[in-house]
């Protein structure tokens, strides 16, 4: 088994260092590789996590590598079509996990909702962070009249840009009048095609977590929740995950001082469900979760109850989180959105343990009702799709060779 640079001879301090801690004493350590995507959104996350941990341990060295993921590669092919069979399980995360397994990172950085939840058996979920706005953001072009302030308010016919089926296939469900296109690349690229000026969209769909980090919360039209614009998120959404290799209890012990414990149940009660349902993030599967007994919410920002003489929020004692509950909603929709199955339950989990059990629990529920067949009518329609783009690169590959022997031969 590799060995991780932050376990040598076990030397992670068991407390965190002081601030005011002499970072000379860095050259004890190795230092500790934190792998990331590419993406400059990717790499703004594991700065993030890098800042935490720094807070946490200042006597440590901490280096950034970045790596060009299977996903990333592709900006053409639409990610229905990239994330078949065995491929779906590396598309984002393949390249890293391998650095990993051998040793050459001590941990990465994901989006959660990017993740799997079947992870190879020697690597984990080293901990989960406090969860970034799940919601997904509606970014309307600067070509449109000031009356077209949200979704609702879009001309029919309007196209948004998407890669995401369960996007697409949310808003077909409410708005049957507007159109659906493919849209791919990082963040900076979308919106560079959603200003052209000829461009085809009307209004492109981001995360808003992403848009925040970036810092570009400002392009956000509307924030898309069950309760504005009736889409939910997508799985794990918002939050950052660290993966680490099962037994590097030295790493593992580092990442407990940035945990979220809150985000962790919400985020393994999400996952519980998706991997009960065998979905994947090409498959319309929607969840939106929050916690009901205290005074913030998981979606969004939740208000003051409170406020002073001068307009300040009044600070109050946040309650147990075990004596809380969690609230999850979630919605499974056929692609062309004229089939859907909703449910929503609230339960007092304790544990990330009792959490996914709950996540288990709703998919039953979610079968029983219906949402087996239209996963089942998904999963054969994205095998006749993958087909048919199949058939299409070998006839195309065909035609290629025959040109080019026609030509030698003349």
């Not at 792998?35 to 280096?63: C, F, H, M, W």
């Not at 950034?64 to 078949?84: E, H, N, R, W, Y």
């Not at 109050?316 to 969690?326: A, F, R, S, T």
């Not at 007092?348 to 629990?361: I, L, P, Q």
Request: net charge neutral.
């Amino acid at each position: 088994m590799a060995t991780s640079a932050a376990a040598v001879d076990l030397q992670t301090p068991t407390v965190p260092a002081p601030a005011h801690a002499n970072t000379s004493v860095s050259t004890q350590f190795p230092p500790i590789n934190i792998g990331t995507r590419r993406s400059a959104l990717a790499q703004i996350q594991a700065r993030s996590v890098e800042d935490q941990l720094k807070r946490a341990y200042p006597d440590r060295v901490y280096n950034i590598c970045a790596v060009l993921a299977q996903g990333d590669k592709d900006k053409v092919t639409p990610l229905q079509q990239l994330s078949q069979g065995e491929n779906a399980k590396s598309l984002w995360t393949g390249e890293l996990e391998g650095m990993l397994e051998a040793g050459e990172l001590d941990f990465i950085v994901h989006c959660l909702k990017d993740m799997p939840t079947q992870l190879p058996p020697n690597l984990t979920i080293g901990a989960i962070l406090s969860r970034e706005d799940p919601r997904d953001a509606l970014i309307l072009s600067p070509r449109l009249p000031a009356t077209v302030t949200s979704v609702a308010t879009l001309p029919p016919g309007s196209t948004i840009g998407t890669s995401s089926i369960r996007r697409a296939a949310s808003l077909r469900r409410l708005y049957p009048h507007l159109k659906f296109a493919d849209l791919r690349g990082n963040v900076g690229t979308r919106l560079g095609k959603l200003d052209a000026a000829d461009s085809p969209f009307s209004a492109i769909i981001l995360a808003a977590a992403g848009l925040k980090r970036m810092g570009m919360e400002n392009r956000i039209s509307q924030y898309l929740s069950s309760t504005s614009g009736g889409m939910l998120h997508a799985v794990g959404q918002g939050a950052l995950a660290i993966e680490i290799r099962s037994h590097d209890e030295a790493v593992k012990q580092m990442l407990n001082s940035i945990r979220c414990e809150r985000t962790t149940r919400a985020c393994e009660a999400e996952r519980g469900l998706l991997r009960a349902l065998e979905g994947g993030c090409s498959v319309p599967i929607g969840v939106e979760t929050s916690w009901r007994g205290g005074k913030t919410l998981t979606v969004g920002a939740q208000p003051a109850r409170d406020y002073d003489k001068h307009g300040e929020p009044i600070q109050e004692e946040e309650p147990d989180m075990d004596e809380q509950e969690l609230v999850l909603k979630t919605l499974v929709v056929s692609v062309d959105g004229t089939e859907a199955v909703e449910y929503e339950t609230a339960r007092k989990v304790r544990s990330a343990e009792e959490a996914r059990a709950m996540g288990v629990d709703v998919a039953r529920i979610l079968l029983e009702r219906g949402a087996d067949r239209i996963l089942a009518k998904i999963s054969e329609e994205k095998k006749w799709a993958a087909k048919k783009e199949l058939e299409k690169v070998k006839a195309e590959e065909t035609t290629t060779t025959t040109t080019t022997t026609t030509g030698g031969s003349s």
